[in-house]
């Protein structure tokens, strides 16, 4: 088995062919992960959630880091890791024509808004349902590639 | 769909099935996160990597994160976040017998050892192929499972 370093464009094609990732933050030193979907375009990936730990952490942290793989096996499998940058595109006309574009984009997958907006028990209280849109601007980008 | 929240039980039961993770951890505000693979034994995770990026960033704040899931499709998945704490097992008489545990049960998935160890070629030149041992010691466990 042999692993090698993507090219630039290999680990951005793979960003752009797979939907979910997994979405990191950090408040102070402790970091925390979830999975998320996401659609990318144009050195950013567009996402949205409910508010939750992960929105907080990011309005207080903008500098995040996602994983995107494709694992076949233990022997073959491809993996890119971005440092980004999360950036809020709230419901405001100064951000009206980047938020509609990030609807657009978000609605050709249109499976998503279900589970982001699905009915969320937690505490035994349902968390508000408001959608919070954001985008992960790519800052740094590096993939590896393991091949037998 | 509902997301409901995973009872304590359940949380472990999966970090007790699954083998891949992703495992975050942060230097100063900026997160990193990577897919790893570990075993799961009395509240901690065994994995180990040849020295790298993460690696350094764990010895230098032991905090982390870990993500395990069974995803199904978006609509129907599990979920587990632990935030944990890094500890390394150092080939010293003072940490044999927890090193000595740690092979023993990783060696149980005799294929691992390849991935972990797999030649590997970055900016040209080759890792050093020698094995740093570690558990992440689970801190803080929760889960979330989505069913329609």
């Not at 290999?10 to 030193?29: E, H, I, M, N, Y």
């Not at 996402?47 to 207080?60: C, D, L, N």
């Not at 440092?83 to 499976?111: H, I, K, N």
Request: net charge negative.
């Amino acid at each position: 088995m042999l692993i090698t370093e993507m090219s630039h464009q290999a680990s951005l094609d793979l960003l752009a062919r797979k939907r979910l990732g997994r979405l990191a933050c950090a408040q102070g030193s402790q970091p925390y992960v979830v999975p998320f979907y996401f659609a990318y375009y144009d050195c950013s990936l567009y996402s949205f959630s409910t508010v939750g730990k992960k929105i907080e952490w990011m309005r207080a942290n903008p500098l995040v880091c996602v994983e995107v793989d494709d694992v076949v096996d233990s022997h073959e499998w491809t993996s890119v890791v971005v440092s980004g940058c999360y950036e809020e595109l709230p419901d405001t006309p100064r951000w009206q024509s980047e938020r509609d574009f990030a609807v657009s984009l978000l609605q050709q997958y249109a499976m998503w808004w279900e589970p982001a907006l699905a009915k969320t028990l937690l505490h035994g209280t349902e968390r508000p349902l408001v959608p919070i849109f954001y985008r992960i601007h790519v800052v740094g980008i590096s993939g590896r590639r393991a091949t037998l």
